[in-house]
C-alpha cells in the first residue's frame, strides 16, 4: 500500500495530491480499495447507473441527456511524472464521466473540453485525441500503480483514438463541425482497442476485439462512449460482475501528447448502483 501510494502522489498536481491523500487516509487507497467497494463510502466515485434498455452508442443521443437517470461526475486529470517522457502540465484538466449499465452491457461516457481536433495521419501517425479506461484484471489482488500494471498486477485498457473513427462527418449523430478522418489502412470493427498491459513498454493488442465504442467532436467537445458487455469469456478481459476500480487518460494531439505524455486520473471508483 505504501508503495502505491508514494508513487501515485509523486505525480500528481498539488491539488489533487491533497485530493489523493485525503482518500487515502479514509481508506480509498491501494487496498483500501476493497474497502471502498464493499461500504460504498468513497469520496471519488462514478456511480453507474442501472437503466432498462438499449445502452445507446452515439454519444449525442438524447438519452445521454436524461438527467433523471444520467449522473455524470467530474474527474480531475494530473501529470504523469513516474516514467519518461515525463509530462508536467496536460492540456485536458478534467473529464466528465457518466456510467449506465442494463442487464448485460455497460456504457461509458467521456466529456472533455478541447479547442480543435486532432485526427488526421501525420508521418508517425500519433499525435492524434486519444483517450482511454484501465481496470485491473484481478479484482482480488492489491491495485496496480496508476500507469501500466505490473507482472503481478495485470490491466485491461480500453484505448480510443479520433484516427480510428472511420468518417466523423457522415456517422450516425455526427454534425456539421466535424472534419472527416483519415482512416489507417487495417480495417477496424471499432475505434476503440481492448489492450492488456503488465508494466511499461507491455501494452499488446488482444486477440479478440470486445470493446465498441464512437467519438463525437461537437462544439470544442469530446464525447466518446465506451461500450462492452459486463462479463465475457475472454479471460484478457475484466470482469464487470460488480463496483470495481477504473483508471482515465486522455491525450491532446495539439499539444504534441502522445504514450506517456498524458493527463491522467487517480483510480476512481466505478460504483455500480
Known amino acids: 500500500m505504501k508503495r502505491l501510494f508514494i508513487a501515485v502522489c509523486g505525480c500528481l498536481s498539488a491539488k489533487t495530491l491533497l485530493l489523493a491523500c485525503v482518500l487515502f487516509l479514509s481508506g480509498c487507497g491501494s487496498a483500501g480499495m476493497e474497502y471502498c ?27 445521454w ?40 452491457e455497460i456504457g461509458l461516457l467521456l466529456e472533455w473540453s478541447d479547442p480543435s481536433m486532432e485526427n488526421e495521419i501525420e508521418v508517425s501517425a500519433t499525435h492524434t485525441d486519444q483517450a482511454a479506461l ?8 492489491e491495485l496496480p500503480v496508476i500507469t501500466m500494471g505490473s507482472e503481478d498486477e495485470i490491466v485491461n485498457i480500453w484505448q480510443w483514438r479520433a484516427i ?13 463541425n466535424n472534419r472527416r478522418a483519415s482512416v489507417p489502412a487495417k480495417e477496424r470493427r471499432s475505434p476503440v482497442e481492448d489492450l492488456t498491459a503488465a508494466g511499461f513498454s507491455t501494452l499488446t493488442t488482444q486477440d479478440e476485439q ?14 466518446v462512449v465506451f461500450k462492452r458487455s459486463l462479463v465475457n469469456s475472454d479471460t484478457a478481459d475484466v470482469q464487470l460482475k460488480s463496483s470495481t476500480a477504473m483508471a482515465i487518460a486522455v491525450w491532446n494531439g495539439a499539444n504534441r501528447e502522445r504514450n506517456g505524455q498524458k493527463g491522467i486520473s487517480n483510480w476512481i471508483l466505478l460504483r455500480f448502483k
Open 37 to 63: 467497494i464493499e461500504s460504498g463510502e468513497c469520496e471519488l466515485s462514478v456511480d453507474v447507473a442501472k437503466i432498462t434498455g438499449e445502452i445507446p452508442i452515439d454519444p449525442t443521443d438524447s438519452f
Open 65 to 104: 441527456k436524461d438527467a433523471s437517470r444520467i449522473h455524470p461526475q467530474v474527474v480531475e486529470l494530473g501529470p504523469q511524472m513516474m516514467t519518461n517522457p515525463k509530462w508536467p502540465d496536460p492540456s485536458i484538466k478534467s473529464v466528465k464521466v457518466t456510467g449506465v449499465r442494463n442487464g448485460s
Open 134 to 141: 484501465m481496470f485491473p484484471l484481478h479484482a482480488e489482488k
Open 164 to 176: 480510428w473513427e472511420p468518417a466523423l462527418s457522415t456517422q450516425p449523430g455526427s454534425h456539421g
Open 210 to 223: 470486445d470493446v465498441m465504442g464512437f467519438g463525437v467532436w461537437q462544439d470544442k467537445t469530446w464525447r
